[in-house]
């Protein structure tokens, strides 16, 4: 399987920060790399896809980037509702696998 | 709008069989992929397999000797079986769709999940 690293597993910062969050693939995955965003309770959020695509409704604060094994999602100007977990998923080969996620609390 | 809703006992003994189902409503379940994925503390998101509206699946082969899957296209439902569960199965179980028609891919649309404790 190929395994997701995720850095860092937390990461507190402040609204109107800009933060960014790395995803490592263990082996080339292309372009095939997507972004969640989960709050407490309720399910993963798709926010970007094939590394860079961002997904219909999304705010354009959020952009991802990277291909191969180094994938990065940058969130600018931090708002409020911004404030949830973050993993990454590749879907290059089956089975298809997450991080282990980054947690972004408010400072 | 699609959405997509589990339906499950919540409870289940050691060594029975869990069996979810997923509803999906705004659209037809044709010509997308459709899948389980459960999220535990302990391992994370896990994905667990697939279901194709043609009846063809595809499993995670660490799951795959316990795991059938199913559909039944006039109801818009697809259907997991776990047989054999223990503690280490307990998780939120969600449903959810592949973005696009071909696979594998991002999952766009989620079920709300549904809480599976196994437990005597």
């Known amino acids: 399987d190929i395994q997701m690293t995720q850095s860092p597993s937390t990461l507190s910062a402040s609204v109107g920060d800009r933060v960014t969050i790395s995803c490592r693939a263990s082996?080339?995955?292309?372009?095939?790399l997507a972004w969640y965003q989960q709050k407490p309770g309720t399910a993963p959020k798709l926010l970007i896809h094939?590394?860079?695509t961002l997904q219909s409704g999304v705010p354009s604060r959020f952009s991802g980037s990277g291909s191969g094994t180094q994938f990065t999602l940058t969130i600018n100007s931090l708002q409020p509702d911004d404030f949830a977990t973050y993993y990454c998923?590749?879907?290059?080969?089956?089975?298809?696998?997450f991080g282990q996620g980054t947690k972004l609390e408010i400072k | 709008q699609v959405q997509l809703h589990e339906s499950g006992p919540g409870l289940v003994k050691p060594s029975e069989t869990l069996s979810l189902t997923c509803t999906v409503s705004?659209?037809?379940?044709?010509?997308?992929?459709w899948s389980w994925i459960r999220q535990s503390p302990g391992k994370g998101l896990e994905w667990i397999g697939f279901?194709?509206?043609?009846?063809?699946?595809r499993y995670n082969p660490s799951l795959e000797s316990r795991v059938s899957m199913s559909v039944d296209t006039s109801k818009n439902q697809f259907s997991l079986k776990m047989r054999s569960v223990t503690a280490a199965d307990t998780a939120v179980y969600y449903c959810?769709?592949?973005?696009?028609?071909?696979?594998?891919?991002?999952?766009?649309?989620w079920g709300r999940g549904t809480m599976i404790t196994v437990s005597s």
């Open positions: 082996q080339t995955i292309n372009y095939y």
């Open positions: 094939k590394a860079s």
């Open positions: 279901v194709y509206f043609s009846g063809s699946t």
């Open positions: 959810a769709r592949e973005v696009g028609i071909t696979t594998p891919d991002a999952f766009d649309i």
């Open positions: 998923q590749q879907y290059k080969i089956y089975p298809v696998t």
């Open positions: 705004g659209d037809s379940i044709g010509f997308y992929y």
